[in-house]
């Protein structure tokens, strides 16, 4: 269970990374469109770039947070269950900070910073795996 913790753990951390690539991709797609003399207005589809960073911000990434949480019940991690439950509160905020972006864009700002909080936190949950699996266990004591 710790290896599925750390993996978890890991794959929310490259999701940040992936969430980043898209979200880059989604706009230089918009630029290129726009270069090309495509109109953008409130009746434009989106690219599927932004559809990817949508469905993985709001499916995928919320899902590993969630069973992040499970697993560290029975991964016996050091404050595996704190780190996996903050990694789940900092996911659950950036899907908060998406939606509540389209209303108030200047959110989109926190949005962003938030991705950092996600990725670093989950990167600490999975070096606390990595280090709760590499202690020596102690030696039994003998008896003379």
């Known amino acids: 269970m710790r290896t599925t913790y750390r993996i978890l753990a890991m794959l929310i951390a490259l999701g940040v990374v992936v969430q980043a690539a898209v979200i880059a991709g989604a706009w230089f797609l918009v630029?290129?469109?726009?270069?090309?003399?495509?109109?953008?207005?409130?009746?434009?589809?989106?690219?599927?770039?932004?559809?990817?960073?949508?469905?993985?911000?709001v499916m995928v990434m919320p899902l590993l947070a969630l069973l992040l949480l499970i697993v560290s019940?029975?991964?016996?991690?050091?404050?595996?269950?704190?780190?996996?439950?903050i990694t789940l509160g900092v996911t659950i905020l950036q899907v908060v900070l998406a939606f509540a972006g389209f209303a108030a864009p200047i959110v989109g700002l926190?949005?962003?910073v938030n991705?950092?909080?996600?990725?670093?936190?989950?990167?600490?949950?999975?070096?606390?795996?990595?280090?709760?699996?590499?202690?020596?266990?102690?030696e039994p004591a003998t008896v003379s």
């Open 110 to 112: 926190l949005h962003g």
């Open 31 to 57: 630029l290129n469109d726009l270069d090309s003399g495509t109109v953008l207005d409130k009746n434009s589809e989106n690219n599927w770039a932004h559809v990817a960073h949508g469905q993985i911000g």
């Open 73 to 85: 019940f029975f991964a016996r991690v050091p404050g595996g269950v704190k780190w996996a439950a």
């Open 115 to 138: 991705a950092f909080a996600v990725a670093g936190v989950a990167g600490v949950a999975a070096r606390k795996a990595r280090e709760a699996g590499t202690t020596v266990p102690a």
